[in-house]
């Protein structure tokens, strides 16, 4: 049995006609670039999320980015976020002149530790960005508690998120504004780089729309330098038509979790995905841990079963830091799992047979051993 990492073929083909005939009436129409087809999507996002505004970029990348810039935020500032992320956490605070300061996870929900984060705080900091890793909820509460008590603004990361709720909340909705990647692999992905921005506070989103487009909302009336992040009008339509499954998607990976956890709880050294009490986690990816991550990931790549590591290296270890000469006992806990995560598929469209026969296949390796 071949089992692939993602697998975007299956979610295809169970929509395959409504996304073709949204694919035609974009060309047929050659609304490419804004217009209606993006419009429709930021409207659907609002009410799918229950957020007044949904500004639709080119990535999940640049929104992170045009949110620090319309909050201000530059050179001399400083933005904290955590060790363990994908780089666009933190290459987009070095993109706005200011300096990362990076603080380690919590060692059971694998989010920022929010009483190292209090202790990361100075003068500068201008903003903190929680990312909820792996669809995983940062405490949202511990974290506004202490942004509020130091009047700093939160900017959510929520590209492996999406639908994940802090008590009945979505995530997202905490912060000043949140940042969405739907790049394909994403648990609502484009067919292509997509992103968006969502808040609730008005002149931010108009600021960021701005900003996102030239510096221009009206054609030629540039108000400020900007830049160039738009959501295209192909990409918009597949996202209008994929949202309409997001709900049962995301329930989809939440029982194919439990499926897989049940299985496997109780074998060899690992350690399951813990869901923060009082959320839902939405699964973008299923993260265990064991010491002999090197073994079993081979073990299951001659099974046909592909895996990842989310991720190998901390971003304050990365090369790209080393200008900041920080050592793996700076973020102790993200240090040690980045030697011990291994991430198994988890999709929608993972059948019984196939769960069981990862699960199998893990147990064969340990009972090898
Ligand atoms: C995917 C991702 C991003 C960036 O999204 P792109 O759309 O690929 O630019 C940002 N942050 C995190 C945590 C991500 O996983």
Redesign the pocket.
């Known amino acids: 049995m071949h089992v692939p990492f993602v697998d975007l073929k299956a979610q295809y083909q169970s929509i395959k006609s409504d996304i073709d005939s949204a694919i035609t009436q974009v060309i047929t129409e050659t609304a490419f670039i804004g217009g209606k087809y993006v419009n429709q999507f930021e409207k659907d996002f609002e009410t799918a999320y229950g957020v007044k505004h949904c500004i639709s970029c080119?990535?999940?990348?640049?929104?992170?980015y045009v949110i620090m810039k319309m909050l201000g935020i530059g050179e001399g500032d400083e933005v904290i976020t955590v060790a363990n992320?994908?780089?666009?956490?933190s290459e987009?605070i070095t993109q706005t002149g200011a300096k990362p300061v990076f603080v380690d996870c919590d060692p059971v929900y694998y989010t920022i530790d929010e009483i190292k984060l209090e202790s990361a705080i100075t003068g500068r900091t201008k903003a903190i960005i929680p990312?909820?890793?792996y669809g995983q909820s940062c405490d949202m509460k511990a974290i506004m508690q202490i942004a509020d008590k130091h009047n700093i603004p939160v900017i959510e990361?929520?590209?492996?998120s999406h639908f994940s709720t802090f008590g009945n909340t979505n995530v997202g909705l905490f912060g000043k504004a949140a940042?969405?990647?739907?790049?394909p692999?994403?648990n609502l992905g484009a067919y292509g780089?997509?992103?968006g921005i969502i808040t609730n506070d008005t002149e931010l989103a108009t600021r960021c729309k701005m900003y996102a487009r030239h510096g221009a909302l009206v054609k030629h009336q540039h108000v400020m330098e900007g830049i160039n992040s738009r959501m295209d009008g192909l990409q918009a339509a597949i996202l209008s038509v994929k949202i309409k499954s997001i709900k049962q998607w995301t329930v989809a990976r939440q029982e194919n979790a439990a499926k897989l956890a049940s299985l496997l709880t109780g074998t060899g050294d690992i350690v399951m995905p813990q869901v923060r009490p009082g959320t839902t986690h939405s699964f973008?990816l299923f993260v265990i841990q064991t010491a002999h991550r090197e073994a079993l990931q081979k073990h299951l790549q001659e099974a046909g079963i592909e895996t990842a590591v989310?991720y190998p290296t901390p971003l304050p270890l990365l090369k790209a830091y080393e200008y900041m000469q920080h050592k793996p006992d700076d973020f102790p806990v993200s240090a040690a799992l980045s030697a011990r995560i291994l991430s198994l598929p988890l999709y929608p469209e993972l059948t019984d047979e196939t769960i069981g026969y990862i699960a199998d296949t893990v147990k064969a390796f340990y009972a090898r051993k």
């Open positions: 080119g990535n999940g990348t640049d929104t992170l992320s994908w780089i666009s956490s987009t990312v909820h890793l990361d929520c590209a492996q940042s969405f990647s739907f790049y692999g994403k780089d997509a992103g973008h989310h």
